[in-house]
């Protein structure tokens, strides 16, 4: 994945300290494919193919804007009345492009080729998303810069951050638990550079997933059992009893198995605003009495 684009820090000083009035237009930006964006003119008619992008659209004040969203994007519930144009791998063409959207918000890993498509038919579009921590407020950043919402996203970067921090003191000088992050029963896991893994750490716990298997590696389930971890997330507490070499495993003897609800999945696999929410329900989880 291509970064071209300031490091955080520094990103967020010269947003925070810089003015955060209006957006200046013709503004051109490197996106995760190493592509540069321009936009003529504060964009109107936006379409969001994550999630992620639409809740952080609407953590701004730029959700008015959106004409078009993905099928999976549910939060907030103003998403109810958008029109849904399919997922970043199985787009509505047609009907993106019968939109009319003047910027249309991607998925780097997914948009190579459907950003060639829709480039094809005239179309403005920004590839990219966040995939570690840092990254999520780099692209509210890069989000309110392109969307004439600087204030907007300056404002929820401060208060995230300072939720997140809040929340990071309850564990401070707490032991670090072993955990496990099922992303699915593949099985696919978190590794600790990841966005998800990063909050793991900030909750107390440590993925057991090394870093060099990458931010979301498929895992040989020997690991799983060699790691033996004190807690789980993702499977069920019988489900994983079931599993070849699992009954043993410190989480499984104990019942700290946790299927999250499917509130609490989304909010811990978006890359976005709800970073906070996703924070709370980790440190639920393995430091319960923390939060107490």
Do not use: C
């Not at 820090?9 to 051109?28: E, F, H, K, Q, R």
């Not at 992008?53 to 549910?74: M, P, Q, R, W």
């Not at 921590?133 to 300056?154: C, D, H, P, Q």
């Not at 104990?254 to 906070?276: I, N, Q």
């Amino acid at each position: 994945m291509l970064r071209a684009h300031l490091p955080f820090a520094a990103a967020l000083t010269v947003t925070l300290l810089g003015s955060a009035g209006a957006t200046s237009y013709p503004l051109t930006v490197t996106d995760d494919l190493g592509r540069r964006v321009t936009l003529k003119k504060e964009p109107k008619r936006i379409i969001a193919m994550l999630p992620s992008h639409t809740e952080t659209l609407f953590a701004i004040g730029a959700g008015g804007k959106l004409v078009g969203i993905d099928e999976y994007s549910n939060y907030p519930k103003e998403t109810a009345g958008i029109t849904k144009v399919g997922s970043g791998y199985q787009p509505d063409i047609e009907k993106i492009v019968a939109l009319k959207p003047d910027l249309v918000l991607a998925d780097e890993s997914a948009s190579s080729r459907l950003t060639a498509r829709l480039e094809a038919a005239g179309l403005t579009v920004y590839g990219g998303t966040a995939q570690t921590y840092n990254e999520v407020f780099e692209k509210i950043v890069v989000l309110g810069r392109l969307t004439n919402r600087e204030a907007g996203a300056t404002n929820l970067v401060v208060k995230m951050r300072r939720e997140l921090k809040d929340l990071e003191r309850t564990v401070v000088n707490r032991p670090k638990v072993s955990t496990y992050y099922e992303i699915d029963p593949s099985p696919y896991s978190v590794g600790p550079n990841s966005f998800i893994g990063a909050l793991i750490s900030r909750a107390g716990g440590r993925t057991i997933v090394p870093a060099s298997l990458g931010d979301f590696p498929k895992l040989d389930p020997e690991l799983i059992v060699r790691a033996n971890p004190q807690v789980m997330i993702g499977p069920a507490l019988n489900d994983a009893r079931r599993r070849p070499g699992w009954s043993n495993l410190q989480a499984v003897r104990s019942g700290r198995v946790h299927v999250l609800t499917s509130e609490e999945r989304d909010a811990l696999s978006r890359p976005g605003p709800r970073l906070p929410q996703a924070l709370r329900t980790l440190i639920r989880i393995i430091h319960p009495q923390a939060l107490r």
